[in-house]
């Protein structure tokens, strides 16, 4: 049994009622096999059928209670499995908030939505099926074993060895089937991230005149998959073959001797069709566990999975108490740093500002100057390495606060958009809104005459194998989020960088109603934002070198001049 089994929440409880309910239904393994031995045997030596009846029904009643206990086990084990799997999804989504977008984008989104979707759902079959045939091959056939010894020594021994050499050969064929497995689940990973950039970039790509060559990438990655996929059932039917062989011989062989007692008279009819009978029974739990571990190795590589994200450092430090944001609050960045390991230079150094109230602060700088670095560290998705927040005098180490982040909106370049329904893609902030406020966002982000032009309005699935959006559309549902959930603070990093200038043009007057009356925090590299801001922030190379209004930047004709000065000459 997997040892991070017994780290979940409430195992011991289950593994303890599923041990009750296994024992007693060793118990009744036994008086079954008992009492239709019993019958047999009575009516092998002549007894009338009406003699036997009484027998038969012991018999019957045992295997009804045998299969209640079955279902009473499953369904421990499948509100278990639930409990679990939704308690490891919600901790995962709060991991993954903590860890920001970044961290996704390194992981690749493809493959953290199936994780979050596909994985869960096989992470929870993995319980539902491990926990009781673990229990099962762990108690029922020492019972059974125990109960032979008392009846033939032989055959109680012939079985006792069987199964070592049944367990060695299952360790040797789950090693190889787990190296098997994980290349599978890289795979797999690999075949998400690749169908989901597929979807996404499949515009970009048809007008760039490269669908056709893609055609031949999806081929190799999918080809890769089926390969190992195929590989890991080699495995799977090469056990299954290898168990059911070794089996059959043991129960050949016990069966074989019992012959011969019979025979010479060494052995009485009744115990030995008793051990006949228990023969497979005393296999059958680890016959079962076989089956079903290669179909829950995908399972359990999930939860080793979101295990690890689990633990990861996290971003979370000791929660403070935040006001909302007010017109009086104020924030003020002193000294902060952001260095990665992977990197000589720090992303971010020396970092100091303030802000109060509701204002525009756009941030803007060359490609690598630490735009979306600042806004990853003002959403709390990054720790600094130094330096600290001072929100309404309150001096904190890290923004990674769960008041802090209930209170702002973060807008990304891509907005993930998800398999559901428009009316459910707006509520991502607010859940529990209505529907007229829904329609009153759309219609706020110039939604309306989109989603009317739909078969199905608002209940139109988008998403990936829903209808396709484009690039500014789906900046508009972004934009409804936003205007559903009306917090404080909004956080954008390079939300039109994909957009071509026209469909820019249109969404701004929507994105400038947005932001009235909200500290909003604008990363991008497209300098005509910056006439609409209140304030002007200009890294370089991971330093502020300026900070004004767009006026006194122009005067002092230094960063900020140049950089208007290059695009208009590109211009």
């Known amino acids: 049994m997997d040892k991070a089994l017994f780290s979940y929440k409430g195992i011991k409880p289950v593994l303890a009622g599923l041990a009750i309910l296994t024992a007693i239904q060793g118990v009744i ?15 092998f030596g002549g007894d009338l059928f009406a003699n036997v009846l009484k027998k038969l029904a012991i018999f019957f009643f045992a295997l009804v209670v045998r299969q209640l206990l079955t279902v009473w086990k499953r369904n421990n084990a499948y509100h278990f499995a639930a409990k679990t799997s939704e308690a490891f999804r919600e901790s995962l989504l709060q991991k993954l908030f903590q860890l920001g977008p970044r961290f996704v984008k390194e992981e690749g989104s493809g493959q953290t939505v199936t994780l979050v979707m596909e994985g869960m759902m ?15 091959s762990a108690i029922i056939p020492a019972m059974i074993c125990i109960f032979i010894f008392f009846v033939n020594i032989r055959s109680a021994v012939i079985l006792a060895l069987a199964v070592p050499i049944l367990i ?15 290349r599978q689940y890289e795979s797999y990973q ?13 515009e970009t790509l048809k007008y760039l005149g490269l669908s056709r060559k893609h055609v031949n990438k999806i081929i190799l990655v999918s ?5 190992a996929a195929m590989e890991t059932l080699r495995i799977a039917f090469l056990s299954s073959f290898a168990l059911d062989f070794f089996t059959m011989l043991s129960i050949a062989t016990v069966a074989v001797f019992l012959g011969m007692d019979l025979i010479n008279g060494k052995m009485e009819l009744l115990p030995a069709l008793i051990i006949l009978i228990l023969a497979p029974e005393y296999f059958l739990p680890i016959r079962e566990v076989g089956a079903d571990y290669h179909a829950t190795l995908d399972g ?27 017109s009086t609050s104020t924030l003020f960045v002193e000294g902060m740093s952001v260095r990665f390991a992977e990197s000589d230079r720090p992303a971010l150094q020396d970092i100091q500002f303030s802000i109060s109230g509701s204002k525009k602060i756009g941030i803007i700088g060359a490609s690598g100057a630490g735009k979306s670095t600042l806004i990853d560290l003002l959403s709390g998705f990054l720790t600094p390495s130094s330096g600290e927040f001072q929100v309404n005098g309150k001096k904190l180490t890290t923004l990674s606060q769960d008041d802090w982040q209930r209170q702002l909106t973060y807008i990304p370049q891509h907005p993930y958009i998800f398999h559901d329904t428009i009316l459910n893609n707006i509520r991502f902030y607010d859940p529990e809104a209505t529907e007229k406020e829904v329609e009153e966002a759309a219609e706020r982000a110039g939604l309306t005459e989109v989603i009317q032009s739909l078969p199905h309005g608002f209940e139109t699935i988008i998403g990936e194998g829903g209808r396709s959006l484009s690039g500014g559309q789906e900046q508009r549902i972004a934009l409804a989020r936003a205007f559903l959930s009306n917090r404080p603070i909004i956080m954008l990093d390079e939300p039109t ?25 604008f990363a991008t590299h497209r300098l005509h934002w910056m006439l609409d801001m209140d304030e002007i922030i200009v890294l370089d190379q991971g330093k502020i070198v300026e900070i004004g209004t767009h006026d006194q930047l122009m005067e002092r004709r230094s960063a900020y001049y140049q950089l208007v000065k290059i695009q208009m000459e590109g211009v």
Do not use: C
């Not at 096989?122 to 099962?136: A, Q």
């Not at 690999?190 to 499949?202: E, Q």
């Open 300 to 326: 359990k590589e999930a939860g080793k999975k979101v295990q690890e994200i689990l633990d990861k450092e996290s971003l979370q430090q000791k929660q403070e108490t935040i006001p909302p944001w007010k």
């Open 497 to 521: 960088a994909h957009l071509d200038i026209e469909t820019e043009y249109e969404l701004k007057e929507t994105m400038l109603k947005l932001f009235n009356g909200k500290l909003v925090f």
């Open 190 to 202: 690999m075949l998400s991230n690749h169908f989901v950039d597929s979807l996404r970039g499949l």
């Open 122 to 136: 096989k992470f929870r079959r993995y319980l539902e099926l491990i926990l009781p045939k673990m229990m099962n």
């Open 29 to 43: 393994i036994i008086i079954q096999a008992y009492y239709l031995a019993m019958a047999i045997s009575s009516l």
């Open 223 to 227: 080809e890769r998959y089926r390969r």
């Open 168 to 182: 060695a050969f299952m360790i040797l064929l789950g090693l190889a089937a787990k190296r098997k497995a994980d």
